[in-house]
Nanobody
Framework: QVQLVESGGGLVQAGVSLRLSCAAS????????MGWYRRAPGKEREWVSC???????YYAGSVQGRFTISRDNAKNTVYLQMNSLKPEDTAVYYC?????????????????????WGQGTQVTVSS
């Protein structure tokens, strides 16, 4: 059974950085495509970023240039480095593991393609 555990969220001021981590267990991590989503209060779930098994990364326009996704296969962990945080980044952030093949362009993956989700970690950015 796949388990994903996010950590690293918190309450910060605008302009600072946070790094989220997502530790995975129960699968061969290096074969897994991974993604980050977020849900802000009163809003729909929003895709943030993804990384496929070759290591190609893609970002939503709202975070492009500020956020960086990376993975450490030796640690079974995917990270989301978030710089220059803005109040509009306030949300619960979720990591997710893609089901099936994960070498394709991950920007085309939909939420339904992710079979496992973490419990989420809260990020609150004050102005």
């Amino acid at each position: 059974q796949v388990q994903l555990v996010e950590s690293g969220g918190g309450l910060v001021q605008a302009g600072v950085s946070l790094r989220l981590s997502c530790a995975a267990s129960g699968s061969i991590f290096r074969f897994n495509g991974m993604g980050w989503y977020r849900r802000a209060p009163g809003k729909e779930r929003e895709w943030v970023s993804c990384i496929n098994t070759p290591g190609s990364t893609y970002y939503a326009g709202s975070v492009q240039g500020r956020f960086t996704i990376s993975r450490d296969n030796a640690k079974n962990t995917v990270y989301l480095q978030m710089n220059s945080l803005k109040p509009e980044d306030t949300a619960v952030y979720y990591c997710a593991k893609k089901t099936g093949g994960s070498s394709s362009y991950c920007g085309s993956w939909a939420p339904i393609d992710f079979g496992s989700w973490g419990q989420g970690t809260q990020v609150t950015v004050s102005s």
